[in-house]
């Protein structure tokens, strides 16, 4: 994917417990549209989990990208001639209480 024929949001909820259930809901920290940041509040700390019962960031992840007739009719193809593998993956360093938290990622395979 080119990152110019992508948007990306990424929403936070900083009050989720251990099976990802909530009391509030998500914030919007991240969004990117084409190539060009609108908003973004990663670098800003998180606040303290006080609360033990509520102990988690929960985040969610979009990543969008439009697609012409053209490019979903070769989609459509290759899966009828059982070309159906993909793979997707994301990595990234993090800091947790000043602890670096390195090679954290998802994968989607």
Do not use: C
């Not at 509520?54 to 193809?77: S, V």
């Amino acid at each position: 994917m080119k990152r110019n024929e992508i948007n990306i949001a990424v929403y936070l909820n900083e009050t989720a417990d251990e099976d990802g259930g909530s009391v509030e809901g998500f914030n919007l920290i991240y969004q990117e549209k084409n190539g060009k940041v609108s908003l973004s509040k990663m670098a800003e700390p998180l606040a303290k989990k006080n609360n033990p019962g509520y102990m988690m960031n929960h985040y969610y992840i979009f990543i969008e990208k439009h697609l012409t007739d053209k490019k979903i009719k070769n989609i459509i193809d290759k899966y009828k001639k059982g070309n159906v593998y993909s793979k997707m993956s994301v990595w990234y360093d993090i800091t947790v209480d000043n602890e670096e938290q390195n090679d954290t990622g998802m994968l989607d395979d």
